[in-house]
T-cell receptor, first 113, second 114 residues
Framework: GESVGLHLPTLSVQEGDNSIINCAYS??????FIWYKQESGKGPQFIID?????DKRQGQRVTVLLNKTVKHLSLQIAATQPGDSAVYFC????????????FGSGTRLQVQP | ETGVTQSPTHLIKTRGQQVTLRCSSQ?????VSWYQQALGQGPQFIFQ???????GRGNFPPRFSGLQFPNYSSELNVNALELDDSALYLC?????????????FGPGTRLTVT
């Protein structure tokens, strides 16, 4: 499949370690945020979302933290596995009702066995 | 798998030609969005369709147009292709019922313009 994110920032971690991927978003009016995972040759896959009235949300092995003061979003992956290797995008939505997402530039996560 | 399908998988066109890309939404989803993803970048919003009408558009020229059909399938049409139109084109569907705002993406169509 095609290669996604040839020149993206890369985070390299050891299998079993925790990973933290950071994202700065652009619009203080954004009310909804999503993290997507994109593997080579595939479309973005929904991981977890968070609304602007929350500062933390947990899923299975993943946690999203939202700091609206500094417009910062992070994705924490616990016990990172080789299958977590992919490009990760944060996306924001401005509360216009149309639910169009604005994506960040992405981070490549490489998990070393 | 998300249940969103796209066709074709890959396509090669010549500058100036026209292209139609197709998307079949996940069952029960009544809203579809199209995104363009250039190599090494995040997806960029093109437009969104709800109840067969465009109800939101990103910063793309009018030669990018679309259709949504009663069965919620969708098309993206691009006229007068330019070299910079080479990209992965993604469609994403979602439901507006309840609070299910997640958008589910298809695998994309890789368009190459030569």
């Amino acid at each position: 499949g095609e290669s996604v994110g040839l020149h993206l920032p890369t985070l390299s971690v050891q299998e079993g370690d925790n990973s933290i991927i950071n994202c700065a978003y652009s619009n203080s009016a954004s009310d909804y945020f999503i993290w997507y995972k994109q593997e080579s040759g595939k479309g973005p896959q929904f991981i977890i979302d968070i609304r602007s009235n929350m500062d933390k949300r947990q899923g299975q092995r993943v946690t999203v933290l939202l700091n609206k003061t500094v417009k910062h979003l992070s994705l924490q992956i616990a016990a990172t596995q080789p299958g977590d290797s992919a490009v990760y995008f944060c996306a924001e939505n401005i509360g216009t009702g149309r639910r169009a997402l604005t994506f960040g530039s992405g981070t490549r996560l490489q998990v070393q066995p | 798998e998300t249940g969103v399908t796209q066709s074709p998988t890959h396509l090669i066109k010549t500058r100036g030609q026209q292209v139609t890309l197709r998307c079949s939404s996940q069952s029960g989803h009544n809203t579809v969005s199209w995104y363009q993803q250039a190599l090494g970048q995040g997806p960029q919003f093109i437009f969104q369709y709800y109840r067969e009408e465009e109800n939101g558009r990103g910063n793309f020229p009018p030669r990018f147009s679309g259709l949504q059909f009663p069965n919620y399938s969708s098309e993206l049409n691009v006229n007068a292709l330019e070299l910079d139109d080479s990209a992965l084109y993604l469609c994403a569907s979602r439901s507006t019922s309840g609070t299910a705002y997640e958008q589910y993406f298809g695998p994309g169509t890789r368009l190459t313009v030569t």
